[in-house]
């Protein structure tokens, strides 16, 4: 199947400073991806869907000046903790939907980025 | 709004046991059910789906029925390896679109 990147694969960080995560495609287009935060013990979470060529759409909640969402290339998403401080602290995953004819029900996930901020 | 409740875990079982890994779900309408699972080191995988009621999902010996008097959709496996050790998570995505609401995962250590 599809295959996923991120990276980096964990980051630890300084509060205050801001921190770029990218999510990849490898062997696929992907005109849309998701980008979920999981807290620990928690549920995933979607913050947000990133559309190549245009402007991403947050869930309701999610704060678009601090997490910045650009989709650049149909392989390449990007999302930037700005001003990061220890309560961003989590788990970012991102996913893409399936190729074509593979229906609504299929994503594939990357394998999540550990960010950690003192 | 969707919501989805998985048990807690970790769960610890031993090679060849059973293993049930209860799910239920708070949606409007007639939502698509998910088992996805995470290997270590690795991306959420689907494992198996329902999409309608009564449908059964299955997969790599691994089986869930879609319950719609219940709202659940409980994972099932009659006898679990050690490569089965994984973090398990429940999930639906509504009649409209394809964003996923996920439960809490669930995590199962098989030992030898």
């Known amino acids: 199947g599809a295959v996923v990147s991120q990276h980096p694969s964990w980051v630890i960080c300084k509060s205050g400073t801001s921190v770029k995560i990218e999510c990849r495609s490898l062997?696929?287009?992907?005109?849309?991806m998701f980008w979920y935060r999981q807290f620990p013990k928690q549920s995933l979470m979607l913050m947000a869907t990133?559309?190549?060529?245009?402007?991403?759409?947050?869930e309701q909640g999610v704060e678009k000046d601090k997490f910045l969402i650009n989709h650049a290339s149909l392989t390449l998403s990007t999302l930037t903790v700005t001003s990061a401080h220890p309560e961003d602290s989590s788990f970012y995953i991102c996913?893409?939907?399936?190729?074509?004819?593979?229906?609504?029900?299929?994503?594939?996930f990357g394998p999540g980025t550990r960010l950690t901020v003192l | 709004g969707n919501s989805v409740t998985q048990m807690e875990g970790p769960v610890t079982l031993s090679e060849e046991a059973f293993l049930t890994i209860n799910c239920t779900y708070t949606?409007?309408?007639?939502?698509?059910l998910f088992w996805y699972v995470q290997y270590p080191g690795e991306g959420l995988q689907l494992l198996l789906k329902?999409?309608?009621?009564?449908d059964k999902g299955s997969n790599k010996g691994f089986e869930a029925t879609y319950r719609k008097e219940t709202t659940s959709f409980h994972l099932e496996k009659g006898s679990v390896q050690v490569s089965d050790s994984a973090v398990y998570f429940c999930?639906?995505?509504?009649?409209?679109?394809?964003?996923?609401?996920f439960g809490g995962g669930t995590r199962v250590l098989v030992k030898p």
């Open positions: 329902a999409t309608k009621a009564d």
């Open positions: 949606a409007t309408g007639y939502p698509s």
């Open positions: 990133s559309n190549e060529g245009s402007k991403a759409t947050y």
């Open positions: 996913s893409a939907p399936g190729l074509a004819g593979e229906g609504p029900d299929t994503q594939y």
């Open positions: 999930a639906l995505r509504g009649a409209a679109g394809n964003k996923l609401t």
């Open positions: 062997d696929f287009q992907a005109t849309t």
